[in-house]
């Protein structure tokens, strides 16, 4: 309020007293001045921003539900689980989307298959790309001239960019959209959980080290001073697969980490799979139980993520039927039943 009494002021050269109210008061008779260029600037901006805000109410209805996905430390794999979510979401036959707004590393796009795509504006409206599975993306990274450039915004144009990808795309109706952010607890998700009207929740990241489990607790303690709900915890790189042929129905033995051994049985086939845990057991679930926040699930280690990562056919969707597409349907099913009605399997999955 006192902000705008003071920029109105020297417009008005005879209201140069202590008391803005009052001269306000005595000039209410008068024919209101006209606006200054500096005020019609306001009174535009004023306009674009109100126009925007009930656009993102809008956006906010026609989306049906809005997840956010944070870690509290970079490399443990957020957008391979955004992406990951958001596909096999997508092989349900469910409309998504996924807004990825990390500036630093926003490797959305190519994780999608997008890689070097421009931003596709219309009438004013920002149209999203498509990806695998008909998945809509927008990505900081469609405003970058070359992804080696770092980009460095000062924070009210970086939060100005964001609520922009939020009110003026064109989303159309999506049974989920998943928003991925830069790593840590910035303005970022403030911002979008100010801007955002009904965001369901958010999935936290986090790998079985000890580190990144420390931050993870972080972000927990962050929902709450952001006042959305943690929907749950994922445990990324929590193990390796190893698949194998030995005689059918037979047991096969595998040396593991710390002398354990392990056993798996072959089926008639002579098929086996066998997973081990390459960090440490269930750091993600113990972090979970904790903080009394659902576990969703585990993603195993698999080289094939980095692989599609680089050749921009995301693991999914190049081995639907794989351990890892698998292990995503498992954590899709309980983050599903935390947001239906919140009484999804939670702390029961493994
Ligand atoms: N489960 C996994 N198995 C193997 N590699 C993975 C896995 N998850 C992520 N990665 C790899 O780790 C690197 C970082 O992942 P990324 O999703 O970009 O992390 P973040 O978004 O948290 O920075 C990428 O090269 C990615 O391919
Ligand atoms: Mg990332």
Redesign the pocket.
């Known amino acids: 309020m006192n902000e705008r009494w003071i920029e109105v002021g020297p417009f008005s050269p005879k209201a140069m007293s202590d008391s803005p109210i009052s001269q306000h008061g005595a000039n209410s008779g008068e024919a209101p001045p006209e606006a200054s260029p500096q005020e019609q600037k306001q009174m535009e901006q004023a306009y674009a921003q109100m126009k925007r805000k009930m656009s993102m109410a809008e956006i906010g209805k026609k989306i049906k539900h809005k997840v956010m996905v944070l870690?509290g430390?970079?490399?443990?794999?957020?957008?391979?689980?955004s992406t990951g979510l958001a596909l096999a979401l997508a092989q349900q036959g469910l409309k998504v989307g996924i807004l990825d707004i990390?500036i630093t590393?926003p490797?959305v796009p190519k994780m999608m298959g997008l890689d070097g795509r421009r931003l596709h504006v219309e009438s004013g409206r920002i149209h999203p790309a498509q990806g695998h599975l008909g998945v809509k993306v927008i990505s900081m990274a469609f405003l970058l001239d070359n992804e080696d450039t770092p980009v460095v915004w000062r924070g009210p144009i970086k939060l100005g960019a964001i609520q922009q990808f939020i009110g003026d795309v064109e989303w159309g109706d999506l049974d989920y959209l998943i928003i991925?952010f830069p790593?840590g607890t910035s303005d970022e998700p403030l911002t979008v959980a100010q801007s955002l009207p009904d965001i369901d929740g958010m999935v936290i990241?986090t790998t079985p080290q000890d580190v990144a489990l420390l931050d993870s607790r972080k972000s927990i303690t962050f929902s709450e001073s952001l006042k959305v709900p943690v929907l749950g915890v994922v445990e990324?790189?929590s193990g390796y697969t190893i698949n194998g042929k030995a005689s059918p129905n037979s047991e096969v033995q595998i040396a593991g980490p710390a002398g354990k051994t392990l056993k798996a049985n072959t089926d008639g086939e002579g098929n086996f799979s066998i997973t081990i845990d390459i960090f440490k057991e269930g750091g993600g679930k113990s972090t979970a139980e904790e903080f009394g926040v659902p576990f969703l699930g585990a993603?195993?280690?698999?080289?094939g993520?980095?692989r599609?990562?680089d050749d921009g056919v995301h693991r999914i969707v190049s081995e639907p039927e794989g351990p890892?597409a698998i292990a995503f349907g498992k954590v899709v099913a309980a983050l599903q039943g935390q947001i239906v009605d919140g009484s999804g399997p939670g702390l029961e999955i493994i």
């Open positions: 870690s430390k970079g490399g443990v794999g957020k957008s391979t689980v990390d590393g490797n991925d790593p990241v990324n790189m993603l195993p280690f698999d080289p993520f980095v599609g990562g890892s």
